[in-house]
């Protein structure tokens, strides 16, 4: 879901649960987040993901791990056209 300031919203919670990463809004509309952290952390995280911020929608969470990328920090992104 892409609007209400979702990537803003993402990117406060993930600064604040000490998530390193990106989020970027897709083509298609949905909106794409990489991110790496403590366990405990990535859960609470992922809890807020499932719902969003206040106004927003999210219709579906698909989460999957990958390797580590060794973020510095979390950041909003833009697809380079």
Request: hydrophobic share 30%; aromatic share 12%; glycine share 12%.
């Amino acid at each position: 879901m892409q609007g209400v300031g979702f990537r803003h919203s993402v990117r406060s919670v993930a600064r604040f649960y000490n998530i390193k990463g990106f989020t970027r809004n897709e083509p298609d509309g949905s909106v794409y987040i990489e991110a790496e952290g403590e366990d405990e952390n990535i859960r609470k995280f992922s809890d807020w993901c499932r719902k969003g911020p206040d106004g927003g929608r999210v219709d579906e969470l698909i989460i999957s791990e990958g390797n580590n990328r060794g973020f510095e920090r979390f950041e909003i992104r833009f697809i380079q056209t």
